[in-house]
C-alpha cells in the first residue's frame, strides 16, 4: 500500500491561520440568541458574511437570506481552501469535500422523491466537491429518482435502491463516500496522522449516530450494522456490538462511559443529549488540530470542521428564531466546546 506525504506549505497553513481569525467567537453565540432576526442579519454583515448577504439580497428575505448568504459563504470558503493548496494538499481536500458532492445527490434524490419544487431543492446545494452547479441542476432536472441513477451509472446504487429506496441510496453514498476516506487515512503518514486520526473519529460518531437514529426507528440490531463501518476505525466491532444490544439510552450512556467514547454522565439521558455530546467532542477535536498544529495540514481540516460547524450553528440558531423556540432550547441544538447544557 503506498502510503502519501504531505509536503511541508507555509504560505497556505499562514492562510489558514489568518481566516480562523474570522470565526465567530463561542461567547458571541449568547448575544446572538437574545437578537431579533434583523439584528442577526446586521450582525453577521458585519462579519464575514457581508458580500454573500449583499448578493441575496435581491433574491431572498428574512431567514431565506441568511440561509442563502451562510450556504454561499461556505462554498466560497471551501473552494478558496483549495486554491491556495498546493497538489499535495489538493489530494486530501478532494477526497474530504466529496462529502458534499455527496449531500447535493442526496438533496436531489430526496427533492425529487418528495416532490419539493426544484427551485427549493437547487437553494440547498453547496458546490464544494468534484462537481460544478451545472452538473447538479442537470441531475435535478429529471423526473424520477430511477432516472437520476440512471444517469450515474452505478449498478450497486440502483441494487440499494431496489432494495431499501431512499434509505438505501443515502447509506450506499455514504458507505462509498466513508470507504474512500479510510483509505486515503490508511495512507497517511508523518503529518498526516493527526488528520487520518481524526476522520476515525469522524467516522465512529457517524457509527454511534447510526445506531441511534436506527434504534429510534425500531430497526433490528443485525439490519443496523450492515450499515456501520467496521474497520479501520477507533471504536472497535465488540464496542458497537455492545452498544446494539442496549436499549436504552441510559444503557447506552453506561456502555458508552465504560469504553471511554464518553468521559462522564450527561446532563439528560435522551438520544438527542448523545448525539450533541459527539458532535460536541468531535468539535473539540477539531479545535486541537486547529490549534495545536498550525504548521500542518491539520489547520486545514481543523478550520474546514469549525468552519461547517459555525453555519450549522448559525442555521440552527435562525431556524430556532423563525419557529419562536425558547433560548434555552436553541442553545441546546448549538456544537461549541465546554457543555450544551
Partial sequence: MAKIKIGFYPYTYARVSAMKG???PRGEYAKLL????NEITKYLEEKQYKKEIDEMATSYKGVELIEAALRKNLERTLNKLRRISNEGMKHLLDVYLRKWDV???KTIIRGIHSKIPKQETERLFVV??????EYYKKLLEKETVEDVIDILKDNE???AYAESKIFGVENYLDSKYY???LDVASKLKNQGKEFAQFLKKEIDVLNIMTIIRMKKLGVKPAEIKKNLFTKNTTVKEEVLDKLLAKETP???IKTMIKSRILVKKLPEADYMTIELELRRRLYEEAMLLLHQHPLTVDVMLGYMFTKETEVRNLQILIKGKQLGLEEDLIQRGLVMGGTNA
Fill in 179 to 181: 470507504e474512500e476516506v
Fill in 128 to 133: 464544494a466537491g468534484a462537481h460544478n452547479e
Fill in 250 to 252: 441510559e444503557e447506552i
Fill in 34 to 37: 437574545k437578537m431579533g432576526l
Fill in 103 to 105: 449531500h447535493n445527490l
Fill in 22 to 24: 474570522s470565526l465567530i
Fill in 157 to 159: 446504487l440502483k441494487k
